[in-house]
């Protein structure tokens, strides 16, 4: 059976609500990433550190999101759970939960899998998402947050979207 994650709970109801109401985003700013055809929602207050074919990193005072993509895995989801397991792990995440499996149905066509841990006394969500349109293309995203900012940790997460 699979463990479902506080984080990934509220990250699906945050995407239902969104539909009902768009007031959520109203202190985020969008991001495009052409290179690879996603955008992305980060809070106004990021200052963006990176942002090359290589990575992209913006962080506040209390929230670092890093964005780093994969080329040419086409990893099968248990191939992701694992490579995204293994990430955090020489990343310095400790205390990582069993993760749960995106649903791409409820996360703007991506699939993927979502990880919760602790690094430096910080919360952090990671996930592995795979582009619905290019699947030899992923994502590592990497949050790490303090307790306050967890809503804004929903908003990134489920702001993530392909560009069509």
Known sequence: MKKNSTVAKKLFLVVLLAFISY????????????????????????????????????????LTLAV????????????????????????????IDEGTEIDPEKMNRYSGFLHEGTVDNYKVEAALLV???????????????????LDDVINILSSFAPII
């Open 68 to 95: 780093y993509p994969r080329k040419n895995e086409y990893l099968p989801q248990e191939g992701i759970k694992k490579a995204l397991y293994n990430w955090m792990v020489n990343n310095g995440v400790t205390n």
């Open 23 to 62: 007031e959520g985003f109203s202190q985020m700013k969008t991001y495009a990433w052409d290179t690879y055809k996603i955008k992305f929602k980060v809070p106004e207050t990021f200052t963006v550190e990176i942002t090359n074919v290589n990575a992209w990193v913006g962080y506040d005072n209390t």
């Open 131 to 149: 582009d619905p349109d290019y699947p030899n293309i992923s994502f590592y995203i990497f949050i790490k947050y303090t307790n306050e900012r």
